[in-house]
């Protein structure tokens, strides 16, 4: 029997939402569904992919009536989903969301999943044995009694998920619910849906921007525009480079290496596991073929006259959150890092791991004990000499009252995770004066302003006539990240920092704001620091990085030199490229890259070339 | 901003944990009515001693308990402040401590600023003892299952009680947002620390905007997510956990009696 049937669905929003610019990471608001003819078989797992805005979302809200169609038939379990029927739908069909806060109810973890089958009447006694059954299905039994505050992102969504299995649904949506979980919330996740589809049989259908989590499916989809243009197996899908291309996804990562390996003649097949991947490039590297190696593009980094300071020295650095209570934590717990003016640095870590109190240290949005107003140096104990803290940004001493706090905000640019919730003024123009105004207070012209606004804007990639005037809640999400990022790089700091500046973006959104990085770290900004989960995007990127776990720098250095086995222990995972390699190592194959896909593949074409 | 604990539930295993969320909801207005009946401060004295062993019987550490006047500390001795300066005592029977200009203060002020000051301060730190021992769904359990009578004149009970329970989840995480706004302001050069009245004022566009705009986002998002598991707020709906009287309320009630009692008979003799 078919689990879920689209016949013919058209679905439009509103007329107001039509006005936005069309725009491939628009968001879903643009682009309904027209005409859509899609199915899913019981305890099947199926993998939508699509560009934001493909109209992913619109359909899952379809399915379980959240939306009603404007013409077509969808039919669940047989059963039209109309407004009669709501309930019996809604009790097949569980859906999780992207944000885990947003879809709990209430504080205590087994409350929260109790919310579902008080909903539909089911007896006391019997909701107790559905709790322990939801909770043990997703592996959080010992959460039970706890608040859910307290859990972390994988976590609550796992309480999420166990929230929807307690209406013992047939089938489960997860709408890009793994989005904005850092890389071993997601694994959790992903782990419990996988569970839940082979042991409860339970049909998924897995809404999501991760080629590996759509390889896990039975079958996958792309949508672009309101259609399903592709559909197959996800591994065939995920080959297929040109229609990907043509509908705003990109290639996986890996694939981009297995062809451009093959370019350069080496014989390895499309592999998207690194294991089976290194197994293919021992074999042909083995061999021995001829090779065309290619020229490396230019390197990364730039060689500059530094007259300005953009460097960055932390010496003992300490910081303890509600200190002297029962939720004491110490966040930073002497940490020792350098970096350099001109640096491309990455930022890693587990989420509490430091990494964002250290961040916000940096312009003094935490500032330290010594610089508040209030101090009053103590006198020195005799034989009590502790190590000094230094803590030195762009230039400024970070450890006095006396410095110039204002200034440093201005030179040190901060660009938070999520940046377009911050924006609040009614034109796009003037939320990216925002900043300006504040920092340079009258002493700017109104030409000044316009001039530096509007070369912020097109730093961003958005036209300034096209948008200047409009409210920026009515641009598309994608457009939003970038005014915001406007906002911040609208005083041309010499250092800025950015915390997760592509999550929740789709592959291109991610690849444009990268690219969009590096273009104002080569024409004028001095340092540029990304705080990321995602290693492929540090190793890719960065110059050098540091590892954060339990408050302290656990690693710096080069990308080869910081991803090494051990980085494991602190939840976080290597990159595609060191994974392959430290796999052909057991081939007694050694490439020693620096782990950019270019450097990669150069490398071991360079190596295949050693054998023929 | 990281540490408002009012409305955060403490967990733990304790005597009032276990109370019913009823009992510890009607214990609160019997203490409260009793800080208001108390004239002096034996009286007050009472209700402190009340409230230390509630707090004691919590097992919820005092510190956290005391952090939540933190938020109304500045209402609290603003009010004292301002009673301190305008209560005019007695001119017959006593000397003013204090006097310039149009400024009197009296002996008598600032007994009565103290004695308002413990007074609010005693009603701030019982009700945190209900929100710290009790969850929000306890709290909004016992409400609906107390105000059951207003059915009857077809008052929406139930939804009351979800909204309530709600808002009660959503103070932590507002809290959150407000402090990561703020800090993305600043970033931002967003001064929120100096300049006169009009200036700051000014300056809280820019977090209560965002703030907004968010509070709507969610509510949007937390209303899909409850229609997507079936709440439709009609009768069929069940309750997982049914609220019991037990011993334990019997003796609290007790407790709010004597309470009760003891203020109202110290009014009465002295």
Known sequence: MKAVSFENVRFSYEKENAETIPDFDTDERVFA????????????????????GSGKSTLARLIDGLLTPDSGKITVFGKEVNEEDLFEVRKQVGIVFQNPDNQTVASIVEDDVAFGPENIGVPPEEIGERIKFALSAVGMSEFRHSTTTRLSGGQKQRIALAGV????????????????????????????????????????????HFPEEALLADRAIVMSRGKIVLEGKPFEVLTKEEELGKYGLALPASLQICRALRKGGLDVPDCLEPEILAKEMAKAI????????????????????????????????????????PFETHALDGVELTIATGEFFGILGHTGSGKSTFVQHLNALIKLPTAEKKYRPKRKKKGAATKVTRLEVAGYDLTQKTTDFRALRKDVGMVFQYPEYQLFAETVFEDVAFGLKNFAG??????????????????????????????????????????????????????LVLDEPAAGLDPRGKAEIMRLLHSIHEDWCKTVIVVSHDMDEIAENCTRAAVFSGGKVFAVGAPKAIFFEKIRETGLDLPFTAKVERALERYGVYLDSDLTRADFVQKALKEAAKYA | MRDVSFGQYYPANSFVHKMDPRTKFLFLIVYIAAIFTADNFYALGACAVVFLLSALFSKVPLGSVLRSVK????????????????????????????????????????????????????????????????????????????????????????????????????????????????????????????????????????????????AFRRAEELGDAMDARCYSGSNVRTKYKKLRFGWRDLLAAAVAAALLAGVIVLRVML
């Not at chain 1, 949506?173 to 589809?197: F, W, Y």
């Not at chain 1, 021995?288 to 060689?303: E, F």
């Not at chain 2, 401590?97 to 009565?112: C, H």
Request: hydrophobic share 50%.
């Open chain 2, 71 to 214: 938020a109304v500390l500045f209402l609290l001795l603003f009010t004292a402040l301002l009673n301190l300066f305008f209560y005019s005592g007695n001119a017959d029977a006593e000397t003013p401590l204090f006097s310039w200009k149009f400024i009197t203060i009296w002996p008598s002020a600032v007994r009565f600023a103290i004695f308002l000051c413990v007074r609010l301060f005693l009603l701030v730190l019982g009700s945190s003892v209900l929100t710290l021992t009790t969850t929000p769904v306890a709290l909004t359990d016992g409400v609906e299952s107390l105000l059951t009578p207003l059915k009857w004149i077809k008052f929406p009970v139930h939804v009351l009680a979800l909204i309530m329970s709600i808002a009660l989840r959503f103070i932590p995480i507002f809290t959150e947002e407000t402090s990561r706004i703020m800090n993305a302001q600043k970033a931002r050069g967003a001064d929120f620390e100096s300049g006169g009245l009009v200036k700051r004022v000014k300056a809280v566009i820019p977090v209560l905007i965002p703030l907004l705009i968010s």
């Open chain 1, 286 to 325: 083995q061999k021995g073929s001829a090779v065309a190696i290619p020229q490396l593009p230019v390197s990364r980094g730039r060689v500059l006259d530094e007259t300005l300071d953009g460097s960055i020295t932390a010496e003992n650095l300490s910081y303890t959150y509600n200190p002297s209570s």
């Open chain 1, 33 to 52: 569904l027209s005409g859509v003819d899609f199915c899913v078989e019981e305890r099947e797992f199926v993998a939508v992919l699509g560009h934001n």
């Open chain 1, 165 to 208: 299995l307690a209406l013992k649904p047939k089938i489960m949506i997860l709408d890009e619910s793994t989005a904005m979980l850092d890389p071993s919330g997601r694994k959790e996740v992903m782990d419990a849906v996988i569970r839940l589809n082979k042991e409860e049989k339970i049909t998924v259908i897995l809404i999501t």
């Open chain 1, 442 to 495: 009258e002493k700017l012209s109104s030409g000044q302003i316009e001039l530096a606004v509007k070369e912020a804007l097109e730093t961003v990639g958005l036209s300034y006539e096209e948008v200047k005037d409009r409210s920026p809640f009515e641009l598309s999400g994608g457009q939003r990240r970038r005014v915001a990022i406007a906002g911040v790089i609208v005083t041309k700091p010499r250092v």
